[in-house]
């Protein structure tokens, strides 16, 4: 099982540029997470979409967008990146509350 | 404020040595605590899971206690191993979060196992 695969790993991008994150995941999952990883600080949620259909805002949504395109695929998009998206994304998934699974993860950085 | 607060954060150990790591929170109420494992470069692994009413909880070399009266948990790795070296994350789930991800994340302990 490959569970939640993220691409791109690595992507360095200037400011002002746009790109999207893609995730998905092949466990039938119906909840999909995305969070942010910084130096020193716990992961924060940026988005989440608790089924398919649905998106909602975590606690740090500002400057970013969210696509639930499926029940396997959750994509987030930067429109304007800013030098303080600079972080290592992770996108998630789960079922029951008891169990998440996370990506490997998508490390940017904006100049 | 809910929160999540990991001891020490950072720790140098002989291979083959015990350590335990300390999670302290201030989520209430709360679901359930789990310990997750970040090796480098890669995503959370779950280690161990606990519900507010469970003491303790073992995964082979990993075994997580939990005192919800004192708000602190703590994980301890026996015969430690080469590739425990990782960041140990404690992550706390306040009640009625379900599905919506919004899980309190401790900061972590990095742990180095040297030879």
């Known amino acids: 099982n490959a569970g939640v695969t993220q691409t791109p790993k690595f992507q360095v991008l200037k400011t002002g540029q746009s790109m999207t994150l893609q995730c998905a995941q092949d466990?039938?999952?119906?909840?999909m997470y995305w969070y942010r990883q910084d130096p020193g600080m716990g992961l924060r949620l940026i988005y989440y979409?608790?089924?398919?259909?649905?998106?909602d805002k975590g606690e740090v949504p500002n400057g970013y967008n969210v696509s639930r395109l499926n029940k396997r695929e959750f994509s987030l998009r930067l429109e304007s990146a800013a030098p303080s998206q600079t972080s290592v994304y992770f996108c998630?998934?789960?079922?029951?509350?008891?169990?998440?699974?996370f990506g490997s993860g998508t490390r940017l950085t904006v100049v | 404020k809910n929160q999540v607060e990991q001891s020490p954060q950072s720790l140098i150990i002989l291979e083959g040595k015990n350590c335990t790591l300390q999670?302290?929170?201030?989520?209430?109420?709360?679901?359930?605590l789990r310990w997750y494992k970040q090796d480098t470069g890669r995503g959370p692994v779950s280690l161990t899971i606990?519900?507010?009413?469970?003491n303790t909880k073992s995964n082979g070399r990993y075994t997580a206690t939990l005192d919800a009266d004192t708000k602190q948990s703590s994980l301890h790795i026996t015969a430690s191993q080469l590739s425990d070296s990782a960041s140990y994350i404690c992550?706390?789930?306040?009640?009625?979060?379900?599905?919506?991800?919004?899980?309190?994340f401790g900061q972590g302990t990095t742990l180095q196992v040297k030879p």
């Open positions: 998630a998934s789960s079922e029951v509350v008891l169990g998440y699974t």
């Open positions: 466990m039938n999952h119906n909840s």
């Open positions: 979409s608790a089924s398919e259909g649905t998106t």
């Open positions: 999670c302290n929170y201030t989520v209430s109420p709360f679901s359930n």
């Open positions: 606990m519900t507010f009413s469970e």
């Open positions: 992550v706390v789930s306040p009640y009625g979060s379900g599905n919506t991800g919004k899980l309190i």
